[in-house]
């Protein structure tokens, strides 16, 4: 194997996929990434099983051949010389990388032992999104879904295909998020899915990171259990979720009998304010007093052996007034994900979901269970 590429594009793909690279794999070579050479280009690809990245990129290819090498310890090396052509032979299982004042030599893996990554050549997408519905809709969502594995069904995000309607819903059981996308055409067939959180974000990120086209293709895997997200010269493969997602339509109100528009900069600052003594009591809990006469809400926490304190912010408050009670930390999260400063929050008892939605967006709905007065 002998190439040669430009050092800023292979330091930008080899940051992208090496964030799959396990730090703790339980097979060596899966500290690896793996270098293929093929027809003027260079494949690369990464997994830890449950995530893998293939990828390409043009280079200048005087020999052909297939091999793996430390992740970590290359990436970290082409990132930290300047940009300019990088040359690379391999000779006798070892990889050696140069260019006019910087030179490495990495031992390589086989690549007969790299875990083969899946790869789609024919065939029509499940469906398409447009990239900016994608990172939207992942920042809105993603956060909601568990990060432990008591319940596997949480750690991933459902995805509902239905015609030309997309839902992305996440939940841990204590909050739920749910961002409904109207696709540009109708998708292939319908479909209920659940995909790991982690491949959305890494999907986000890569989105993020390239950002040189418009639309995502997604693909389903079926016999494999897998899905692939193809954009632009980078495919994400992940395996998908089994397990039944639980049903979460009839816990989402229908109705309010008590609605605040709010900034979420001030109900934010007044939280932070707040969350001084709130961080300190059990569950994060503060109360939230409601008063639609004065269109004012008041933040209060109490801690026993620490004190209490509040703080108060206007709102257009409609309805009742109601006194009810949240996790701060439940709170600071839907709000540091909500791209708008135009906020509602609805509820209708204090036992009931708390509601929060952004103003010009309908297709967006996050609850927040209430905890105990």
């Known amino acids: 194997m002998q190439f040669s590429c430009n050092q800023d594009t292979l330091a930008k793909y080899l940051n992208i996929i090496s964030r799959v690279v396990s730090s703790k794999p339980g097979l060596p070579i899966l500290n690896n990434v793996q270098f293929e050479t093929d027809k003027g280009k260079?494949?690369?690809?990464?997994t830890d099983l449950e995530i893998g990245i293939n990828t390409w990129i043009g280079a200048d290819v005087k020999s052909e051949g297939k091999t793996t090498v430390p992740a970590k310890q290359l990436t970290e090396f082409v990132t930290s010389i300047p940009s300019e052509t990088i040359n690379v032979d391999l000779d006798n299982q070892v990889f050696n990388i140069s260019t006019t004042n910087n030179s490495a030599s990495f031992?390589?893996?086989s690549a007969e032992d790299f875990p083969a990554?899946?790869?789609?050549?024919e065939g029509k997408p499940l469906f398409k999104i447009n990239k900016e519905d994608l990172i939207k809709a992942v920042n809105r969502v993603a956060f909601a879904s568990a990060t432990d594995d008591i319940k596997p069904v949480l750690t991933g995000v459902l995805l509902e295909v239905s015609g030309e309607s997309l839902s992305l819903v996440g939940t841990d059981g204590l909050r739920l998020s749910r961002q409904i996308i109207n696709l540009s055409s109708s998708a292939e067939k319908d479909v209920n899915i659940l995909v790991p959180v982690k491949a959305l974000l890494e999907l986000s990120h890569i989105v993020s990171e390239i950002g040189d086209e418009e639309t995502i293709e997604v693909y389903l895997i079926e016999e494999k259990n897998q899905m692939l997200?193809?954009?632009?010269?980078?495919?994400?493969?992940?395996?998908?979720?089994?397990?039944?997602?639980?049903?979460?339509?009839?816990?989402?109100?229908?109705?309010?009998?008590?609605?605040?528009?709010?900034?979420?900069?001030?109900?934010?600052?007044?939280?932070?304010?707040?969350?001084?003594?709130?961080k300190s009591v059990l569950g994060n809990k503060i109360i939230l007093d409601i008063d639609s006469e004065s269109?004012?809400?008041?933040?209060?926490?109490?801690?026993?052996?620490?004190?209490?304190?509040?703080?108060?912010?206007?709102?257009?408050?409609?309805?009742d007034n109601l006194k009810?009670?949240?996790?701060?930390?439940?709170?600071?999260?839907?709000?540091?994900?909500?791209?708008?400063?135009?906020?509602?929050?609805?509820?209708?008892?204090?036992?009931?979901?708390?509601?929060?939605?952004?103003?010009?967006?309908?297709?967006?709905?996050?609850l927040v269970m209430p905890m105990m007065l």
């Open 295 to 319: 269109n004012k809400i008041v933040l209060s926490a109490t801690q026993t052996d620490l004190g209490s304190n509040k703080s108060t912010f206007e709102g257009k408050i409609e309805g």
């Open 117 to 121: 990554i899946t790869s789609v050549t």
């Open 42 to 46: 260079l494949i690369m690809a990464a």
């Open 229 to 278: 997200f193809r954009y632009s010269d980078i495919d994400l493969v992940s395996r998908l979720i089994d397990g039944q997602f639980p049903e979460y339509r009839q816990i989402i109100p229908t109705g309010f009998k008590t609605k605040c528009s709010v900034s979420k900069t001030d109900f934010l600052n007044s939280l932070k304010v707040t969350n001084i003594i709130a």
């Open 107 to 109: 031992n390589t893996m």
């Open 324 to 366: 009810i009670a949240f996790s701060s930390r439940l709170l600071s999260d839907i709000l540091n994900h909500l791209d708008s400063d135009e906020i509602s929050f609805e509820c209708s008892e204090t036992v009931k979901p708390g509601v929060f939605k952004v103003t010009e967006d309908p297709d967006f709905v996050h």
